[in-house]
C-alpha cells in the first residue's frame, strides 16, 4: 500500500487546516498515512531564527493570518483564536502525541490544534493537554508520565533529527516512500497525488 | 467582468512556471488578468535580507530547486536551468515589460523566463532581451529607450511601492479587485477563483 508521513508542529499555523484535512485526503488516494509529531525550533534555529518567522517578519505575519482566516473560513473551522503568545510552547503536546499509539495519535493532534486555534487555550499548560487525553478516555496521569519518560524524550529528539535529515524546512511537510518533501498545507494534494503514484497534476 | 492582478519578478523561480499557466486558468474562469512586474529587492529590503532567501537558507534552497522541478515536470516545461549568477538582475526585463503594452508584455515576458530558466541565458544582457524584442517584431532600440526613459524608471519605482502597500511579500502574488493576497505558484487556482467570485474551495 502507497504510504507517507505527515510532518507536524503543534505551534505551526499552517499545521492546523493541514491535520484537520489531511486524513481524508489521504484516505481518498488509498494512501496510508504515519502522524509525525517534530518540533521546528532546531530547523529553524538552525536557519539562524530564534523565534518564528512570522514575528521575525510582520509583513508575512499580515499575510498569514489573513491568508489562514481564508483557508479556515473555506474548510468550516470555528473563528480562529491567535494564540497567545504566539507561537505557543507545543514541547509538552509533541511529546504526548508521540507516547500515543498510532490510532489515538492523530485523534488527540487533532484536539490539539482545536483546543489551541479554535478555542485559544494554551497547549503548554498540563491541564489543558490532560483534559484532551481524559476526554479520549485515556487516564492523563499515565500518559504524562510516558511522554516525559527519557526514552520518550529522546524518541521526540530523534524524530526531529530525522526531519532534518529528510530536508524538511517548515510545517506541515508531506513526506513520500521514496524520500519527496511537500512542504505546506497547500501542498498536502500533490505530496499524497505523489505517494499514490499519480505524480504531479497541474490545471 | 472579474479581474485580478498577477504580480511576477523575473528572477523568481516560481514566477517561471506560474507565467506560464496564469493565463489559461484566468481564461478558464473569465477572469481578466493584468500582468505586473516588479522587483522583489525592496520587499526583501524591508525584511532585513540583502541577497535572495534561497541564498541565505541552504535547505530552502535545496527545496526549492526540487520542488521546482518537480512542478515543471508535471507542466512539460523544458529541463530547468539554475541561473548563474543566481538570482539574475531583473531590472532591465522589468523596466521592458512595463513599457510594453498589455497584449506584448504577456508575451515577452513568458519568453525572459523561458530564455532564464529554460536556456540558461543572461537575462540583464541587453542583446538577450533585444532579441526577445526582435523575435516579437518590435523595434528593440525604439522599446529599451522607452523602457530606460525616466517616466518608465518612475513607473516601476511606483509600482514596487504599490507592491508592498498591497501587502505582498513574495512573488508570484495573485492580487484580486477586493485586494485579497494569495502568494505562490501553488495559490494562482485559489486567487482566481476568488476574483472570480467563487471564494476558495478545499478538498
Known amino acids: 500500500m502507497a504510504a507517507a508521513e505527515f510532518w507536524y508542529e503543534f505551534a505551526s499555523t499552517y499545521s492546523y487546516p493541514a491535520a484537520m484535512r489531511v486524513a481524508d485526503l489521504a484516505q481518498s ?16 534555529a538552525a536557519q539562524g531564527w530564534r523565534d518564528s518567522p512570522f514575528n521575525i517578519y510582520p509583513a508575512k505575519r499580515r499575510y498569514m ?22 507561537p505557543q510552547n507545543s514541547l509538552l503536546a509533541a511529546r ?9 495519535r492523530a485523534d488527540f493532534s487533532r484536539a490539539v490544534y482545536a483546543a489551541e486555534f479554535g478555542q485559544g487555550l494554551p497547549i503548554a499548560d498540563r491541564a489543558v493537554i490532560a483534559a484532551l487525553l481524559v476526554k479520549r478516555g485515556l487516564d492523563a ?26 530536508g524538511i524546512i517548515g510545517a506541515p511537510s508531506l513526506v513520500t516512500g521514496d524520500g519527496e518533501v511537500f512542504w505546506g498545507n497547500d501542498r498536502l494534494e500533490q505530496g ?11 490545471d
Chains 1, 2 share one sequence.
Open 141 to 166: 496521569e499515565t500518559v504524562l508520565a510516558r511522554a516525559e519518560s527519557d526514552a520518550n524524550k529522546a524518541a521526540l529528539k530523534a524524530e526531529c533529527a530525522r526531519a532534518a535529515e529528510l
Open 192 to 202: 499524497l497525488d505523489w505517494a499514490a503514484g499519480r505524480r504531479l497534476k497541474q
Open 29 to 44: 488516494r488509498g494512501v496510508a498515512l504515519a502522524w509525525q509529531p517534530f518540533l521546528l525550533g532546531p530547523i529553524f
Open 65 to 86: 493570518w489573513r491568508d489562514r482566516k481564508r483557508i479556515c473560513d473555506a474548510l468550516g473551522l470555528p473563528p480562529l483564536k491567535r494564540p497567545v503568545p504566539f
Open 96 to 104: 504526548v502525541a508521540l507516547a500515543l499509539d498510532d490510532a489515538t
